[in-house]
């Protein structure tokens, strides 16, 4: 992608043909009635989150740093926003590129919208753009960037500098500017799940305000690199080592990747989600046949690498950890008639700890080799008569092949929201749905 073309001009770089791909792509009414349900679920996130002690704290940061009556930048409020969204673990996630997007994309897409104006169906438009832009530089960086790197932190910035691009009428060399730009702040480790630190969440907040802050100065004339992705020096060189760059142009009159984004419907890690979900159809069968937990002797969970990695925790000493562990999801799963996020809590833990050390884990096909194109697994439960249980799922609950309605969608947000002590949550949720037909942006109270 470095050469020159036969007219000695160099070839347009991969952040170029990624922003004439989005922008080419036609959007219909029914994206626009799916982009609003996510945006929803975004939104209903972020006003979650301030019910948690990261919450609280990034509440307190955000109301000592306000000037009295000052509005704040549109950057600092997508920091906000990005950051509160993606502390509970029940935003968004697009299985290919294993990056949520929604917590970097629509507070990016919604700080600029509302700063400006923006109608309804222009902020839904921006984040379409946005999940395009961040999913398809996260199916190219490879599995092993996954291993180190967050891909909700280091690709998200490219999905909040294009929705921000859209919002702010960017032309291509503008917006290829501000992903230039987004793109060199990419970063965020797994350093922190050694401890169970509230780093995340920083992931989040700081891959929207990336994308803000590049698409603004981009509008002024500030210049970024253009071939930031496949440079000798750009992104896949430094953080990818078995990247795969024509990912990233891949089918593109496919549908918009924002309709191939699962919705999570429990308050965990998504590769905790098929054993979650095999779970409980277990602990139903379970209960059919008059078996109590005492008489399970063993519990096998085959997965995928991935899930291993990052969710292989025997013992989990905080909600948190609970949340990134295989082995309490499961205990979870079978001892809860509801995973919720009580299910994740002190008590919980306490009563499953001893399922849960019974709990084993194990790489096995066919998941193996199906991730990432499907979250999979496989759980076994064996008695002490030597009776065995087994449930597997090719899919979780809430991924495009099996999922959540309209009316399952409005209550989670309606859930989330109530949990975040939003007043009149219904009206909300009827403001943000409204805005595919033409609605403006309702009013938003983070603080």
């Avoid at 502390?87 to 590129?97: A, C, K, N, Q």
């Avoid at 530089?137 to 910035?157: D, E, F, K, Q």
């Avoid at 979780?396 to 949550?425: V, W, Y």
């Amino acid at each position: 992608m470095n050469d020159l073309s036969s007219r000695g001009q160099p070839s347009l770089s991969l952040t170029e043909e990624l922003i004439r791909l989005i922008r080419a792509k036609p959007v219909t009414d029914a994206d626009l009635e799916a982009a609003a349900l996510f945006t929803l679920d975004a939104v209903a996130n972020s006003l979650a989150g301030r019910n948690s002690a990261p919450g609280r704290i990034l509440i307190s940061w955000a109301e000592a740093g306000a000037g009295k009556n000052a509005i704040p930048d549109a950057d600092r409020t997508a920091f906000l926003l990005g950051a509160l969204c993606h502390i509970l673990e029940t935003d968004d996630l697009h299985r290919e590129s294993v990056v949520h997007p929604g917590c970097v994309v629509v507070p990016a897409a919604w700080a600029l919208a509302s700063r400006h104006a923006k109608g309804g169906r222009e902020l839904l438009t921006a984040v379409l753009h946005g999940f395009e832009a961040a999913t398809r530089v996260g199916m190219a960086v490879g599995p092993a960037h996954y291993r180190i790197w967050h891909n909700t932190a280091t690709c998200g910035p490219f999905g909040s500098a294009m929705a921000s691009a859209f919002l702010l009428g960017l032309d291509d060399g503008a917006a290829m500017n501000a992903l230039g730009n987004a793109g060199s702040q990419s970063s965020g480790l797994w350093q922190f799940l050694e401890t169970g630190a509230m780093t995340k969440h920083l992931h989040a907040g700081h891959a929207a305000e990336a994308g803000v802050k590049a698409a603004e100065l981009a509008a002024l004339g500030f210049t970024g690199p253009a071939r930031i992705l496949e440079g000798e020096k750009g992104f896949f060189r430094a953080a990818c080592p078995d990247a795969s760059p024509a990912a990233v142009l891949h089918d593109p009159s496919a549908p918009w990747q924002l309709l191939r984004t699962s919705i999570k419907p429990w308050p965990s890690c998504r590769h905790t989600h098929p054993t979650i979900d095999a779970g409980e159809e277990l602990r139903l069968r379970l209960t059919e046949d008059g078996v109590s937990a005492e008489e399970i002797e063993a519990i096998e969970v085959e997965t995928y690498q991935a899930a291993l990695d990052v969710c292989d925790r025997p013992a989990a000493a905080s909600d948190y950890e609970a949340k990134f562990s295989l082995q309490h999801s499961i205990a979870a799963a079978l001892l809860h008639s509801i995973v919720d996020f009580n299910a994740f809590g002190e008590a919980a833990r306490a009563r499953c700890v001893t399922l849960a050390s019974r709990v084993k884990l194990r790489l096995a096909e066919p998941w193996a080799s199906a991730y990432p194109l499907s979250w999979g697994g496989r759980v076994t439960i064996r008695l002490g008569n030597g009776r065995e249980y087994v449930a597997e799922r090719e899919h979780a609950r809430g991924d495009p092949e099996a999922p959540l309605s309209r009316d399952q969608m409005i209550a989670k947000a309606l859930m989330l929201m109530r949990h975040g002590g939003t007043e009149n949550p219904e009206r909300l949720v009827e403001g943000l749905l409204s805005m595919s037909s033409g609605g403006m942006l309702p009013a938003l109270d983070i603080g």
